[in-house]
């Protein structure tokens, strides 16, 4: 396989590493919830946020630009989702355009919504990035069953990442060899239609063809719908000073991008 660059940070020895799994994912899920509640207008709530985030990824010594390309991600899914808010709230227009008998129009309170919703999203996913990059993911599964997530979810999720990596190589070994045998120019798009629907059919096969394989290994050794783990976790002096710490600052944030907005 050639995916390691996914888990390149987690076995690091910072300080965000040394945390208990448990307080980082309850953390990340803290910080998730208060910058989406945060008003549209809340702007200096998102750059206390942005800061906190940064902040942790420079303490978890993972470098910056790795994690805002990774966190990037987010904006294309964000921006089709949220294209239409700046010309559908209603406030001041700032710009506007004329299709036929349709007006269009950018309004003030729109362009702010959509704004916040781009920087939302991308916060979200930067600090849910962090959080897998400084925990390895047994552990991080550990700690969701901790928090008493069903085991069920956490076994399909378990199981979803340890063979995401499989499908992915199987997928590659079907497109080499489909470029193996078929050199040269002039494919029509209904033929590469039908090879594409060939290779992902046979993905499928192939997968469904696995999965009860892997499933009947299991049962013969005891599964009983429960991954289980000799590893311990253990609740420390300086994870009850981080959780006081950064619930103290996610209290801050929401008060202040309520206070600024006007909510309260």
């Known amino acids: 396989m050639k995916h390691s660059f996914l888990d390149r940070y987690r076995e690091g020895t910072s300080l965000v590493h040394r945390l208990d799994p448990r307080l980082k994912l309850l953390g990340t899920l803290a910080f998730i919830l208060v910058v989406t509640n945060i008003p549209a207008r809340g702007w200096p709530a998102f750059l206390l946020m942005a800061g906190l985030a940064l902040l942790l990824v420079r303490l978890a010594e993972v470098p910056l630009l790795e994690a805002l390309k990774r966190s990037s991600i987010a904006l294309p899914f964000a921006g089709v989702v949220a294209v239409s808010i700046p010309f559908t709230r209603a406030g001041e227009a700032l710009w506007q355009a004329r299709l036929g008998s349709w007006t269009l129009s950018v309004t003030d309170a729109g362009l702010a919504l959509f704004l916040s919703v781009m920087v939302k999203a991308w916060l979200a996913v930067l600090v849910s990035g962090l959080l897998v990059a400084t925990t390895p993911f047994p552990k991080l599964l550990k700690a969701l069953r901790a928090l008493h997530v069903p085991a069920a979810l956490v076994s399909?999720?378990?199981?979803?990442?340890?063979?995401?990596?499989?499908?992915?190589?199987?997928?590659?070994?079907?497109?080499?060899?489909?470029?193996?045998?078929?050199?040269?120019?002039?494919?029509?798009?209904?033929?590469?239609?039908?090879?594409?629907?060939?290779?992902?059919?046979?993905?499928?096969?192939?997968?469904?063809?696995?999965?009860?394989?892997?499933?009947?290994?299991?049962?013969?050794?005891?599964?009983?719908?429960?991954?289980?783990?000799?590893?311990?976790?253990?609740?420390?002096?300086?994870?009850?000073?981080?959780?006081?710490?950064?619930?103290v600052l996610m209290a801050a944030a929401f008060v202040l991008g309520r206070l600024i907005a006007g909510g309260l």
Do not use: H, N
Request: proline share 1%; net charge positive.
């Open 156 to 247: 399909t999720i378990s199981f979803m990442y340890r063979y995401l990596f499989v499908l992915v190589d199987e997928a590659m070994c079907i497109q080499t060899a489909r470029e193996a045998r078929s050199v040269g120019p002039g494919r029509t798009v209904w033929w590469r239609a039908r090879v594409l629907g060939g290779m992902i059919g046979s993905l499928f096969i192939r997968s469904y063809e696995r999965s009860e394989r892997i499933y009947a290994a299991m049962l013969s050794r005891g599964f009983a719908g429960e991954i289980r783990s000799l590893d311990q976790m253990s609740w420390q002096k300086r994870d009850w000073l981080a959780g006081l710490g950064w619930a």
